[in-house]
Nanobody
């Protein structure tokens, strides 16, 4: 079984920074694309940032130049550095990953989510 465990959420003032982490555990042969999504209160879950195994990244327009996604393949971990946070960044942030295991193939997994609240 594979689990994604997020950490690093919390309460921060506007203009502040937070760093989210998401570690994959279990029987893992290779993790391909990893992503961060967020779900603001009362709204749909949206894609925030994507990183491929070789490090190519893509961002939603709303977070470009403020958020940075990165990963450590040796640790099966993805990060989201969030700077210049705004109240509209308030959401539950979810980690998502495409995990390959021999015989079983590639499956998509979700973390349990971590709350980020931006407020003064």
């Amino acid at each position: 079984q594979v689990q994604l465990v997020e950490s690093g959420g919390g309460l921060v003032q506007p203009g502040g920074s937070l760093r989210l982490s998401c570690a994959a555990t279990g029987i893992i042969f290779r993790i391909n694309t990893m992503r961060w999504y967020r779900e603001p209160p009362g709204k749909e879950r949206d894609l925030v940032a994507t990183i491929t195994r070789d490090g190519s990244t893509d961002y939603a327009d709303s977070v470009k130049d403020r958020f940075t996604i990165s990963r450590d393949n040796a640790k099966n971990t993805v990060y989201l550095q969030m700077n210049s946070l705004k109240p509209e960044d308030t959401a539950v942030y979810y980690c998502n990953a495409d995990v390959y295991r021999p015989i079983y193939g590639t499956y998509n997994y979700w973390g349990q989510g971590t709350q980020v609240t931006v407020s003064s």
